[in-house]
């Protein structure tokens, strides 16, 4: 079976202005990425990464060009619509794990699928399943401040995967911890890929995290200049 | 309602400053509704008069008028009348105390068929009717000052020259938002005591031009009517009358003479009203202080939550949900606690006299409530509307 084209982007320009002066950031940019791969993310800081990232995730618009996500065209859809398709589609992980501080693990996780119309027990079910997942299943009581940053991490991971999307987006999601936790988070966005097929966008610094993707981008002055195709790891047909 | 755990957990998040804002709603409002429940209270206990189809004939001149107790006979006659009875303020004092208590001469047999909303145990009324130097005095006034049945009752005389020694031979009872502060003597008793003083000659020059003060004058008389529709025509009949009489009168129903005192405060009133509305607003910006605070704080969650896929209007309703749980349950201790303690403690008695009794109206109370709703929603409207249109990414950049 061929790779479907997951995400598209073709000749995107990202500018900011401030004032009445434009700050260029990503410059006629094309990528492709196929269904089910783990991709990693790299460049020196300020070179555009987590502007790229808010594309695909439909944070943010794109100046010119097109960003195609799963066959649907972003810059089609208006606000309202981009948020409610980011809640269907998107699992979002951040370096600082973003969790609410006066919200459970549990109630953490529960977030995203107090959109959907599912029931209380129902919602339940997803949010135990997604705890197992992330092997926090025994904390779902604990508060944010009673976790490690690990464990923090994890319980992100399980809000990001709890509705079931197809991309991951993770912004430096080892850049705040050890190199054992790292590896642990590492473990698991590689069984995500492997074992739930989701697309994950990874953007690190951290050469020993990009090993783990199955394709590493490289970005600088506005442009991907490198990408390794690993062949090792092409992702598993599904 | 799936989001109320967040809603909840916010409003508790800063717990010392949530408390601060509902305090200060609260005690905002506390105050607001003692200063306007006393209009309001006047204003519904006198309407709450309209049910008793009394009316109140008085001097066509005030009531530094005359209003001959020869009248009460005649009006006694007319068709429509119930019972009628004198009505005669007093205003004696009483131990060292600085502000009278209600005290009226009035006709003992019929006093309670027309203030028939009060009751008296039927043997202390017998007693009174039998005694002329007798009283009865209301249930609260008797707990204010320990009186019991069978205590004298001096009084010191202040607007009239004589003093009267009264005697306690009962005590009427009634709602908590009717007077039970007054005491009613034998309207005879005090007329006899001023003829005496005027037979003696004492004080004769000094009020030789105030006929309101001299014997023969029921002050007001106070007339049941048998049935509402009779109120006006019985009204105008009486005035008619004794239109050219030497004391010609004014007749009007209780409410109406009820609303007359109320409007003596007219202008303390608009006065009221302008605290009320300054207040208001000052608790807008404490409130609204309050809640910009507690967002700026959370700029990053708001944009977690809208990257999650939460949209616009729900970011602003859960941020308005929160201003308005925070600035309703200061209502809700203000205003309904205030009800609620001015029920169970009786205010009027701490009054010195001033207040015969003290409520808070369902109506101040409800109001109240909704004030503070108001003010949620309009302190909430500003911080939720910037979160709801915070740049995401901004929101995210932002280090925390
Ligand atoms: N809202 C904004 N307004 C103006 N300039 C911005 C804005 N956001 C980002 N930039 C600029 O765009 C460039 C790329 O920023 P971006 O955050 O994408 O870089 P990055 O590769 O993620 O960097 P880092 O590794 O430090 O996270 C930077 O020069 C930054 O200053
Ligand atoms: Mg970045």
């Known amino acids: ?238 | 309602m799936k989001y109320f755990t967040y809603i909840l957990r916010n409003v508790r998040r800063n717990p010392i400053r949530s408390m601060l804002t509902i305090a200060s709603m609260s005690i905002s409002l506390f105050l607001m509704m003692i200063l306007l429940s006393f209009f309001a209270m006047n204003d519904e206990s006198t309407s709450a008069a309209r049910i008793y189809n009394r009316i109140v004939v008085m001097n066509a001149n005030g009531f530094a008028g005359m209003l001959p107790i020869s009248d009460l006979a005649q009006i006694r006659e007319m068709d429509g009348v119930l019972a009628a009875t004198p009505f005669s303020w007093y205003g004696g004092k009483y131990k060292d105390e600085q502000m009278p208590f209600a005290q009226f001469g009035i006709d003992a047999d019929t006093i309670f068929t027309i203030l028939d909303e009060y009751t008296v145990p039927k043997d202390q009324l017998e007693d009174f009717k039998k005694n002329k130097d007798g009283c009865i005095i209301g249930r609260k006034l008797a707990e204010d000052r320990n009186l019991k049945v069978g205590d004298p009752l001096p009084l010191k005389g202040d607007l009239f020259p004589v003093d009267l020694d009264l005697s306690i031979r009962g005590i009427y009872d009634g709602d908590i938002n009717r007077d039970l502060r007054m005491c009613f003597f034998h309207w005879e008793y005090f007329d006899e005591a001023l003829k005496r003083t005027a037979m003696a000659g004492a004080s004769s020059t000094s009020l030789a031009g105030d006929s309101g003060r001299r014997s023969g004058n029921a002050g007001t008389i106070f007339v049941k009517c048998k049935s509402a529709d009779v109120m006006a025509p019985l009204s105008s009949k009486i005035d008619d009358h004794f239109r050219n009489s030497d004391n010609p009168t004014r007749t009007q129903t209780e409410e109406a003479f009820g609303k007359m005192f109320v409007e003596m405060m007219g202008d303390l009133k608009n006065t009221i009203y302008w605290i009320g509305g300054a207040v208001v607003i000052s608790l807008l910006f404490v409130a609204g202080n309050a809640m910009a605070m507690a967002m700026r704080e959370r700029t990053t969650e708001v944009a977690v939550l809208k990257a999650i896929g939460f949209g616009k209007p729900l970011v602003l309703f859960l941020i308005l949900a929160e201003a308005v749980i925070v600035a309703g349950l200061g209502g809700v201790l203000g205003s309904l606690g205030c009800k609620a303690l001015c029920d169970f403690v009786d205010v009027a008695r701490y009054s010195g006299g001033f207040l015969p009794f003290f409520y808070v109206p369902w109506n101040i109370a409800l109001t109240g409530l909704a004030v503070s709703f108001f003010i949620g929603l309009a302190s909430g409207l500003a911080p939720a509307l910037l979160a709801a249109n915070s740049s995401v990414i901004n929101g995210l950049r932002k280090v925390v």
């Open chain 1, 1 to 238: 079976m061929s790779q479907t084209a997951s995400i598209e982007l073709q000749g995107v320009d990202k500018e900011y202005r401030r004032d009445d002066f434009k700050i260029p950031v990503l410059t006629g940019l094309d990528l492709t990425v196929a269904e089910g791969e783990f991709l990693a993310l790299m460049g020196p800081s300020g070179s555009g990464k987590t502007t790229l990232l808010n594309l695909i995730a439909g944070l943010d618009r794109s100046t010119r060009g097109k960003v195609i996500v799963h066959g649907q065209d972003l810059g089609d859809l208006s606000e309202a619509e981009i948020t409610r398709w980011r809640a269907h589609n998107v699992g979002f992980i951040f370096q600082t794990y973003n969790l609410i501080p006066v919200l459970t693990a549990f109630e953490n996780v529960e977030l995203p699928l107090l959109l959907t119309s599912l029931s209380k027990r129902k919602r339940r079910d997803n949010v135990m399943t997604a705890l197992k997942v992330v092997g926090l299943k025994d904390r779902e009581h604990h508060y944010p401040r009673q976790l490690s940053g690990g464990q923090e991490q994890r319980v992100a991971i399980a809000r990001a995967i709890v509705t079931d999307p197809y991309l991951l987006v993770a912004d430096e999601p080892t850049g705040d911890l050890d190199r054992t936790s790292a590896g642990e988070i590492l473990d698991l966005l590689e069984q995500l890929n492997q074992e739930f097929q989701k697309t994950i966008l990874m953007v690190t610094h951290d050469p020993l995290a990009a090993e783990r993707a199955s394709r590493t981008l490289h970005l600088d002055k506005g442009q991907l200049v490198d990408d390794k195709v690993r062949e090792a790891r092409v992702p598993a047909a599904s």
